[in-house]
């Protein structure tokens, strides 16, 4: 069963921008393990980067827009650049995905609510197997006018959704083990 990794949208806009990532704390040691794994294992490896069409983060060509320097030095099979939330929208991922034969698409990344989410549901209802990592994907305390949620609340309860019908929810560790 062929298998791609998504590594998605791991932007500076994480680290050092107005969204840093807060859980879980692990997720981008463990996004640069499971890339390790990934081409240990013959899996093709696939970046996914984020460029907003409107407003202040992702601004094409500014550094927060940049991937993350220790994902671009790790091996990877393409760069694809996105303006939605879903991988697939507008871009070349189901065509390379089905050019290679993949079955089964691994998620990494962030966020786990959104871009994670929305690429991780697509994906099953194109007809992929999905494998959505836990411990390596990540998200951002939230609060607007509906409300306040932590990052872990967040994260825990996207994993329960994606669980529940569309992915089947892993850690890095046991997902390395299979």
């Known amino acids: 069963m062929r ?43 696939i970046i996914i980067q984020h460029t907003a069409l409107n407003g202040d983060s992702f601004v094409k060509n500014t550094d927060e827009w940049k991937v993350h320097r220790k994902i671009m030095e790790k091996h990877h099979d393409y760069i694809l650049e996105k303006n939605k939330s879903s991988s697939f929208h507008h871009t070349d991922l189901d065509r390379i995905l089905q050019n290679d034969k993949i079955e089964t698409v691994v998620i990494s990344g962030y966020m786990t609510q959104m871009c994670c989410d929305t690429t991780a549901r697509e994906a099953n209802h194109k007809g992929y197997k999905v494998e959505f990592l836990l411990d390596a994907t990540g998200t951002i305390d939230v609060s607007n006018q509906i409300g306040s949620i932590t990052s872990k609340q967040l994260h825990e309860a996207t994993l329960i959704a994606q669980s529940i019908g569309f992915s089947n929810v892993i850690s890095v560790k046991d997902w390395m083990k299979k």
């Open 3 to 45: 298998k791609a990794l998504l590594v998605i949208d791991v932007q500076n806009e994480y680290f050092t921008g107005k969204m840093k990532v807060t859980y879980p704390i692990n997720s981008f040691d463990n996004i640069l393990a499971a890339m390790d794994y990934a081409k240990e294992s013959n899996m093709l490896i």
